[in-house]
């Protein structure tokens, strides 16, 4: 059984820093792509940060310089560093497992961390 369990969000003031977490069973995590996405009331879900197995990031403008997506394969465990943050912030993240093996796509998703930013 897969499973994708976030956790590390909560409440914080603009300026403030979170870390998340997401760890992983059930997959080979290594051969995985790993995202972070979120959702914000009323919003569509967007990719805020995504590694690759071989270690290659990709950011979206809106938190480049602030947050930093990092993954630790010993430890089936992937990690959003997010620093600055501010009241926009504010959504549901979410942890999501891409994999194509031998042309079967293989994609899960987390239950979500809320993170709430404000004073």
């Keep these: 059984q897969v499973q994708l369990v976030e956790s590390g969000g ?11 977490s997401c760890a992983a069973s059930g997959i080979i995590f290594s051969i995985y792509a790993m995202g972070w996405y979120r959702q914000a009331p009323g919003k569509q879900r967007e990719l805020v940060a995504d590694i690759t ?7 979206a403008d809106s938190v480049k310089g602030r947050f930093t997506i990092s993954r630790d394969n010993a430890k089936n465990t992937m990690y959003l560093q997010m620093n ?7 959504a549901v993240y979410y942890c999501n497992a891409d ?5 079967d796509e293989y994609n899960y998703w987390g239950q979500g961390t809320q993170v709430t930013v404000s004073s």
Excluded at 53 to 59: I, M
Excluded at 99 to 103: K, N, P
């Design 53 to 59: 197995s071989g270690l290659r990031t990709n950011y």
């Design 99 to 103: 994999a194509s093996v031998f042309g």
């Design 10 to 20: 909560g409440l914080v003031q603009p300026g403030g820093s979170l870390r998340l």
């Design 84 to 90: 600055s943050l501010k009241p926009e912030d504010t």
